[in-house]
């Protein structure tokens, strides 16, 4: 077996690692289907990650027409 060699990185512990709060996600593609309409799934997903305390941001990288 080879010798094990140690990382330079530790694994965090709970008690080191702070409290995730913001959940960003994409939007299309992602919570809506190619139509661009939005999964039900997607809504019940995000209302259980808020009744949890986190806040959602929706992002997107489609830009507008100016």
Known sequence: MAPRI???RR???DR???PIRVLVTDVDGT???RSRRLDPAAVAAIR???D???SVVLATGNVLPV
Request: charged fraction near 20%; glycine fraction near 6%.
């Open 11 to 13: 694994p965090a512990t």
């Open 52 to 54: 949890r305390g986190l």
């Open 31 to 33: 919570l809506t289907d």
């Open 6 to 8: 140690p990382s330079a």
């Open 16 to 18: 080191s690692r702070p």
């Open 48 to 50: 259980a990650v808020e």
